[in-house]
């Protein structure tokens, strides 16, 4: 596991979205960085899912989040404008933006993929992604030192037979990150990274892979010391590289 453990409310006064905040890894991740000290904004698509998180982290006595319910698949432009004018109003600036919601479509050859699944799984996985980042980035600059995180699998640099338009949205996405990183390397503070959380116990990894024994996995939980140092103020100045959560060494 990547070796790391932050200091105590290393991210104190910090606001950090999450999507995908309702489930597996996503879950741990907001209330990972509540207990080190963040207002964490909940974004998913089940309300009662973000409800569940919610109040696990005000039962811990942690800094009370936001609940942004928003159906990636479905959202536009606008959408994404009005989020942001709303976490402008009630935040002022946001200091960190896990991308981790995504959904695995059909794992299924290319000559049988269905066409509306493939369009649904580039919507939640990229494109949904770089509209909110778009919409978004004026808050992050508002940051002195904000971390956006794109989330990345296996299958995102090295193409396997039957992941379809899963395999080509981590692709897109891993070149969406690095193009950000780029761009915004020599003229803002702000850094782009990317995790490859590996094989990780969740409801996603048990529809991949039916017959494999879920206690085989380290659980979301577990792999949580990456996240925790790329929105932390140790991982300043990093950008533009992609982590391996589960590497026993930093990246590659
Ligand atoms: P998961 O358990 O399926 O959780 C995904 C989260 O995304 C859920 O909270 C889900 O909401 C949310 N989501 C899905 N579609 C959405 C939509 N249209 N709008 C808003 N939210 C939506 O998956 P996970 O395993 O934690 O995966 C998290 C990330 O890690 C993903 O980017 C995945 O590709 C990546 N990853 C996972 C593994 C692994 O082994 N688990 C390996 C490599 C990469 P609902 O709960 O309502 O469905």
Known sequence: MFD?????????????????????????????????????ILVGRSTEKLEAVYDDIVERNLPTPAIYPCDLSRSKEEDYSEMATILENEFGKLDGLL????ILGERTPISQYEASTWDNVMQVNVNAAFMMTQALLPLLEASKDASIVFT??????QGKAYWGAYSVSKFATEGMAQILAAELENISSIRVNII??????????????????????PTPEDIMP????LMGPDSQGTTGQRFDAQALSGPF
Not at 196 to 217: F, H, I, L, Q
């Open 4 to 40: 790391y453990q932050a200091p105590p409310q290393a991210l104190a006064k910090r606001t950090i979205l999450v999507t995908g905040a309702g489930d597996g890894i996503g879950r741990a991740a907001a209330i990972c960085f509540a207990t080190l000290g963040a207002t964490v």
């Open 99 to 102: 991308h981790n919601a995504s």
């Open 152 to 157: 990345s699998s296996g299958v995102g640099t």
């Open 196 to 217: 490859n959380p590996g094989a990780t116990r969740t409801n996603m990894r048990a529809k991949a892979y039916p017959g494999e024994d879920p206690v085989s996995n």
């Open 226 to 229: 990456v996240y925790q140092y």
